[in-house]
């Protein structure tokens, strides 16, 4: 009875407030890393279509997730918002974005993980126009003096132990893991190990806890021991993705895990090195694996213009307005033969693509996530082995599911 | 003039203490900030070395010249001052007028009323983001200067009130009393003797509003989406993108977000300085 | 002796405008933590998971660290450096001001330079200890379990005292000069005049100074979770950021509304007793 009188009220402030939105008006959220480009696509459609308006308005990176949600709960949001791949299905759950099966176009010119990410309860809530993945960037120089072969990385992880331990000479660590910062810094980086094990955090169908299976633990160990027996900075409990690549572009890590996205600054900061990207290796006999990454369009349920929201995402899932849009790779096979994807840099992050799988489904993803990380920190502060900590995990995680 | 030549009389710290206690608060106080303003001038690469090195070789302005001429950060000064001399404003004279009634009348539920002042304090932040974000936009204040300044008041207002009652306390009331006799009205009492006796409270109520509303971030991050509202603390945070931090142009524009403040506060300390109520009681 | 509605007439316009923006929030807050995401009735659900949840016992008892540790040495600190700067000396208009600085740093701009001096690796604090050969090795003070607490009080207690110190000094500057002038002639010496005059004079603003404190520790969680998040391991982790975590990252609404009531409840507690006993040990002057 309560709930409907709410419910009842925040429509009629929802009409309310409408009547102040002009009709053909399509107000964007992007992030400022896409601003220059979001903007030429903004004139473009502008021009094709001009009974549409689209008011552009750039957010934080920092706070965004916080910024997105208050919005998107408090019923007064934009008609699109950019949001990481991850955080569409937590939305779809709680019915705060609007379906958009009917805009998507050529589902099978999409990488098929892509779509995974953002379907729901067999709907599809998201749009995605940007996928990336990690591989590990290395420094040739420092294999040269260590007396490896650059040109032959490491394939498997016996391979990329022994070559961190060489590595690992006057100050230097061979190989840095993450062990702070936000969750995701971790998880997109030890993840893979786990799967590429056969193990995982929980499975796919979200109804089995993996974390403390011997797989997993495996990787987690082989993933924790790089800092264990220094092969890893010591600030790796406070270091994220950033603090890696500062620390490579120091000079004083020769390999880790991230995406293309660095290797512009690498170059910028300290010409001097000379940069390799490898697969990440995984263990002898099995396959690399990777968390996929990226960005999707949404439209708030509570969006005044959904059906102009939604041409105009039509607009910008077009193969040509994913070249354009993206700041890594496009998730659409045929954006993907744009010039600026063709450095050879690119090369092993593009062959890693096939390999991106998303993470599972949750509605409680992040506390799993988090409970997850609090293990692997527990384990680098000493605190627990990797058993003993993944069943802590473990027992946290099956109350969750 | 003889209360100065006394003043001089007063027994006091010895001098080794002053002079060792003043260098140490001057170091702990200064040192990030002098390595902030430091970090402003070094360019990316000189921030990042191991060691950490103490003089930029080649200290640069480039920093200052993104902030000042190549990001929004002079509009969201502007916005920033528009807010929090706003915010100051209203808070300090809703402020001076409830600190009074706490302070001089005695009425029931008082020691709940004082409570509930204080409740919005208490009042954990990720908790009232969303409803606070429907009330505005219920009164149309989303993204206005209004609506910042409005939500603003459940950050100031309380502890405002909560110093200036403890001030108005400190005065004796026998000087009310007097001028009551002598026919003045309460408000007449408040605007004619307790408010200029209790200056130095007000400047510190004034100081404490405007820095804390110059400094907020989560508030403004969730209520100003709009550029021509954002204040100054997202400016700090648009130098962060995905993956990358500008740390020289954050650093350059925190020296820009935190040299008026402090300028204001050192044109404002003069206020401090000569025992105003002391004066005025001995008359 | 004064008549009771003038009184109200005082308070009234702050009154309503609080109770403007504070009513709906909380009854919003009271509302959400009862119901699911889909807005059913579902009773004390959310609290139960919320408590079960391995996080929250650890988180609670941070907290009460984090308060008290970072009251004590904020009231310490900031009462001696009020004392030092009522003294008449030749550049205290200078030391007077530089004692603002870290109050006037923006939280966030305050927990990233400290983040930064206080990295393990490009830290100048570590390259200040191990360059004299004070310590051998870096230390990771934002990463070792024992350091990580007692340095964000570190961060906290700087950030805060200068605010203490200037409020005391407002206090201290307020004593009528008979008061000192009656303790030199009874011939006080400046320690017993410290403790005889001025924190007597200055005990309210201490205890309201106190409470400020207490409330600001408990809710602003900017210089933690800017440093940490709560990390290493729930090491930092107070109730507020594990509140925040569980509504703006968990996307758990509900489960954080039942945190916020249980916070909101003890907090209003803790206040109201605090009020109580002042109220009852000579409120009136």
């Given amino acids: ?401 | 003039m003889s209360a100065k030549a006394e003043t001089l009389k007063r027994p006091g710290l010895g001098r080794p203490l002053i002079i060792v206690g003043s260098v140490l608060v001057v170091v702990v106080c200064l040192f990030p900030f002098w390595w902030m303003a430091l970090s402003s001038v070094k360019t990316l690469r000189e921030l990042y070395t191991i060691p950490p090195i103490w003089w930029p070789e080649a200290p640069t302005w480039d920093n200052y010249r993104k902030v000042l001429f190549e990001s929004n950060i002079p509009r969201y000064f502007l916005n920033s001052l528009v807010i929090s001399i706003g915010a100051t404003a209203l808070a300090l004279v809703l402020a001076v007028f409830a600190s009074y009634g706490f302070a001089r009348f005695n009425f029931r539920g008082k020691p709940l009323l004082q409570s509930f002042v204080l409740v919005g304090q208490l009042l954990p932040t990720a908790a009232i983001i969303v409803p606070l974000f429907i009330t505005l936009r219920v009164l149309g204040l989303v993204n206005t200067y209004w609506g910042l300044i409005l939500v603003y008041m459940i950050i100031t207002l309380p502890l405002s009130v909560w110093m200036l009652t403890s001030y108005f306390k400190a005065i004796p009331v026998e000087l009310e009393e007097a001028a009551i006799i002598d026919g003045a009205s309460r408000l007449g009492c408040l605007l004619r003797i307790t408010l200029p006796l209790s200056l130095p409270g007000i400047v510190s109520v004034l100081v404490y509003a405007f820095v804390t509303t110059w400094n907020e971030f989560i508030f403004a991050l969730c209520f100003a989406t709009d550029s021509s509202v954002k204040t100054l603390p997202i400016g700090l945070a648009e130098f962060s993108t995905e993956f990358n931090t500008d740390w020289g142009a954050v650093m350059a524009a925190s020296v820009v977000m935190t040299l008026p403040i402090a300028l204001l506060f050192l044109s404002m300390q003069r206020l401090f300085i000569g025992g105003l109520t002391a004066g005025a009681t001995k008359g | 002796m004064q008549r009771q509605s003038t009184g109200y007439l005082f308070v009234l316009p702050a009154l309503m405008l609080l109770a403007m923006l504070i009513a709906y929030p909380v009854a919003y807050t009271a509302l959400l933590s009862v119901t699911d995401n889909q807005g059913e009735y579902v009773g004390l659900e959310n609290f139960r998971r919320i408590l079960a949840a391995r996080a929250t016992p650890i988180a609670f008892w941070n907290t009460l660290w984090w308060v008290f540790g970072s009251i004590v040495f904020q009231v310490v600190l900031g009462v001696l450096t009020a004392i030092l700067l009522n003294q008449n000396f030749r550049g205290r208009a200078l030391v007077r001001s530089v004692t603002l600085v870290p109050w006037v740093v923006p939280g966030i701009v305050a927990a990233t330079t400290w983040a930064w001096m206080l990295h393990t690796e490009f830290g100048i604090i570590n390259y200040m200890l191990t360059a004299p050969g004070l310590i051998d090795e870096p230390v990771g003070w934002l990463t070792n379990g024992r350091t990580v607490m007692p340095v964000m009080i570190a961060i906290n207690v700087w950030k805060m005292f200068p605010f203490v110190a200037i409020m005391v000094l407002a206090g201290l500057q307020s004593i009528p000069n008979d008061l000192y002038e009656a303790a030199r002639i009874d011939g006080a010496s400046f320690w017993e005049e410290v403790w005889y005059v001025m924190l007597p004079q200055v005990r309210m603003v201490i205890v309201a100074v106190t409470l400020l404190l207490v409330i600001w520790a408990l809710n602003h969680i900017t210089i933690i979770y800017a440093i940490t998040r709560g990390g290493p391991a729930n090491r930092t982790l107070i109730t507020p950021i594990q509140i925040f975590r569980t509504a703006f990252e968990g996307v758990q609404f509900n489960q954080a509304a039942a945190l916020s009531v249980m916070f909101f409840g003890v907090a209003i507690v803790v206040v109201f007793v605090y009020i109580k006993t002042l109220a009852s040990s000579g409120d009136q002057p």
């Fill in chain 1, 1 to 401: 009875m309560r709930m409907k009188t709410t419910a009842l009220l925040s429509a009629a402030i929802a009409a309310l407030s409408a009547g102040t939105a002009f009709a053909g008006e399509v107000t964007w959220w992007t992030p400022n890393f896409n601003e220059a480009r979001a903007k030429t696509l903004v004139e473009k459609f502008q021009a094709a279509n001009p009974g549409i308006t689209v008011k552009l308005e750039v957010t934080t990176t920092d706070g965004l997730p916080q910024r997105v949600l208050t919005a998107l709960q408090s019923g007064a949001a934009p008609d699109i918002v950019d949001v990481q791949h991850g955080w569409v299905n937590g939305y779809a759950q709680n019915k705060l974005v609007l379906p958009l099966d009917e805009v998507l176009k050529d589902r099978e010119d999409y990488i098929p993980a892509a779509l995974e990410y953002v379907t729901w309860d067999s709907k599809l809530w998201g749009i995605p126009y940007r996928i990336e993945t990690h591989a590990v960037i290395f420094n040739k120089g420092d294999f040269t003096a260590a007396g490896l072969d650059p040109n032959k990385p490491p394939q498997t992880w016996d391979e990329l132990v022994a070559a961190a331990e060489k590595l690992s000479t006057d100050g230097k660590s061979g190989f840095a893991i993450t062990g702070g910062g936000e969750v995701g810094n971790t998880i997109f980086r030890s993840l893979p190990f786990m799967w590429m094990a056969g193990g995982g955090i929980i499975s796919d169908d979200g109804k089995k806890v993996l974390v403390n299976s011997p797989e997993s633990v495996k990787a987690v160990t082989f993933y924790t021991d790089f800092f264990k027996n220094k092969l890893s900075p010591a600030s790796t409990l406070e270091n994220d993705g950033t603090a890696n690549r500062r620390l490579f572009i120091a000079e004083k890590v020769s390999m880790y895990q991230s995406g293309q996205f660095d290797v512009p600054s690498i170059k910028k900061e300290n010409a001097k090195i000379d940069v390799g990207v490898m697969p990440i290796p995984h263990p002898e006999g099995s396959k690399t694996a990777a968390i996929l990454g990226g960005w999707s369009l949404v439209v708030p349920s509570s969006a005044k213009n959904p059906e102009e929201a939604k041409t105009f995402i039509a607009f910008l899932a077009e193969s040509d307005s994913q070249a354009v849009l993206t700041d890594t790779f496009p998730a659409r096979i045929s954006a993907m033969k744009a010039e600026r994807f063709n450095d050879p840099i690119l090369d092993v992050f593009k062959q890693m693509l096939p390999y991106g799988r998303p993470v599972p489904a949750h509605p409680r993803w992040v506390q799993i996530s988090q409970a997850y990380f609090d293990g692997i920190q527990r384990i680098l502060l000493g605190d627990e082995d990797a058993q003993k900590a993944m069943d802590g995990a473990a027992a946290e995680i099956e109350s969750l599911l």
